[in-house]
C-alpha cells in the first residue's frame, strides 16, 4: 500500500515550457487536491476533484489545468510554465464516503518545481 | 473570512522542554480541526485531528492539543522534546460546511530543537 506517490519528485523547466505533474493513490479515495507550498505562505489549493471526471478550482487556479480520468490518479498541468510556478507541489486525497471521513488528508511527498 | 493563524513563524526549545505551538481559527461553521508535521523535504504527516467530544485529543509521537472554543484556539503540545521532532508544523481547519472536504492551512510554525 503505497499511500499518495507524485511524479516527478523535481523537474526544472524554462519559461513557457510546459509539463504534466502526476498524482496516485492507492487507497480508492474519491477526493483528490493539488496544493503548492512557497516560503511563509502555507499550503494554497490550486484545484480538487470530489470524484472521477470532475474537477474544481480552488484558491489559485491560473495557470493550471487538471484532470481526473480515472480515481486513482489527478494531473495537474502547466501550460506555459512561468517563473512564479516555482514551487514545491503537494496532492493529497480524502476518503468521502463518511463524511467526517472526508476532512482527513493525505498528502504525497512533493514535488519541486524549478521555472527558469 | 475563514482563516487560520499561527502567530509564531519560528520557535527554538531545548531538547527535553516542554512545547507549546499556537492555532488561532476563524470559521463560520462547526470547525474540524487538524495538526500536520511536514519533516524538511518530505511531505505533510497527520499529527492529530479534533472532530467532536473531548476537546483534548492525543496524536501520535506523543503529542496532544486542546480545542477551546471560546478563545477559537488549537494549540499542539508536548511535555518534553526530542531532536527528531525538527520540523514545519501546520495547523489546518475544515468543516462540514465545505462539501469538498477543503482544508484551510496556517502558514506555519517551523521548530527548532537545541541539544
Known amino acids: 500500500n503505497a499511500g499518495v506517490t507524485q511524479t516527478p519528485k523535481f523537474r526544472v523547466l524554462k519559461t513557457g515550457q510546459s509539463m504534466t505533474l502526476l498524482c496516485a493513490q492507492d487507497m480508492n479515495h474519491e477526493y483528490m487536491y493539488w496544493y503548492r507550498q512557497d516560503p511563509g505562505m502555507g499550503l494554497r489549493l490550486i484545484h480538487y476533484?470530489?470524484?472521477?471526471?470532475?474537477?474544481a478550482k480552488g484558491e489559485v487556479p491560473d495557470g493550471y489545468n487538471v484532470s481526473r480520468l480515472k480515481k486513482q490518479n489527478f494531473l495537474l498541468g502547466l501550460e506555459s510554465a512561468a517563473p512564479s510556478q516555482t514551487s514545491v507541489y503537494f496532492c493529497?486525497?480524502?476518503?468521502?464516503?463518511?463524511?467526517?471521513?472526508?476532512?482527513?488528508?493525505?498528502f504525497g511527498p512533493g514535488t519541486r518545481l524549478l521555472v527558469l | 473570512a475563514q482563516s487560520v493563524t499561527q502567530p509564531d513563524i519560528h520557535i527554538t526549545v531545548s531538547e527535553g522542554a516542554s512545547l507549546e505551538l499556537r492555532c488561532n481559527y476563524s470559521y463560520g461553521a462547526t470547525p474540524y480541526l487538524f495538526w500536520y508535521v511536514q519533516s524538511p523535504g518530505q511531505g505533510l504527516q497527520l499529527l492529530l485531528k479534533?472532530?467532536?467530544?473531548?476537546?483534548l485529543v492525543q496524536g501520535i509521537k506523543g503529542f496532544e492539543a486542546e480545542f477551546k472554543r471560546s478563545q477559537s484556539s488549537f494549540n499542539l503540545r508536548k511535555p518534553s522534546v526530542h531532536w527528531s521532532d525538527a520540523a514545519e508544523y501546520f495547523c489546518?481547519?475544515?468543516?462540514?460546511?465545505?462539501?469538498?472536504?477543503?482544508?484551510?492551512f496556517g502558514k506555519g510554525t517551523k521548530l527548532s530543537v537545541k541539544p
Open positions: 493529497a486525497s480524502s476518503y468521502s464516503k463518511r463524511l467526517l471521513a472526508r476532512e482527513t488528508q493525505y
Open positions: 479534533y472532530f467532536s467530544g473531548d476537546t
Open positions: 489546518a481547519v475544515g468543516g462540514y460546511g465545505g462539501s469538498q472536504g477543503n482544508l484551510i
Open positions: 476533484s470530489v470524484g472521477e471526471g470532475t474537477t
